[in-house]
């Protein structure tokens, strides 16, 4: 019984320490008149400090990979012909 409890208190804080987060999507067009490439996003916590920084594809996919589990956090959109976006 010892055994099986230590080995589920390891599983248990193993997840806990490797916890992580993947922030993925698309950037469109409002009214889906079609995907942004090349579009700037930062991820920043609830003080404002940057995150991470990453770039739409040709297709307007990003991934944000490997961000640890910040209970909120905000994600700016900025491409040159468009107004700056946040979101929370």
């Known amino acids: ?3 099986f409890f230590i ?3 390891i599983l248990f804080y193993s ?3 490797s916890a992580q987060t993947t922030v993925e999507g698309y950037v469109f067009e409002t009214n889906n ?3 942004l490439y090349n579009v700037k996003l930062q991820l920043t916590d609830k003080d404002g400090k ?3 920084t990453e770039f739409t594809n040709n297709d307007g996919y990003f991934k944000f ?3 640890s589990n910040p209970t ?3 994600l700016e959109v900025n491409k040159d012909f468009l107004l700056l976006k946040k979101l929370k």
């Open 15 to 17: 997840a806990i320490i």
């Open 1 to 3: 019984m010892n055994k």
């Open 50 to 52: 940057q995150i991470a």
């Open 7 to 9: 080995f589920v208190v």
């Open 33 to 35: 008149r079609g995907y």
């Open 72 to 74: 909120v956090f905000n």
């Open 65 to 67: 990979i490997n961000i």
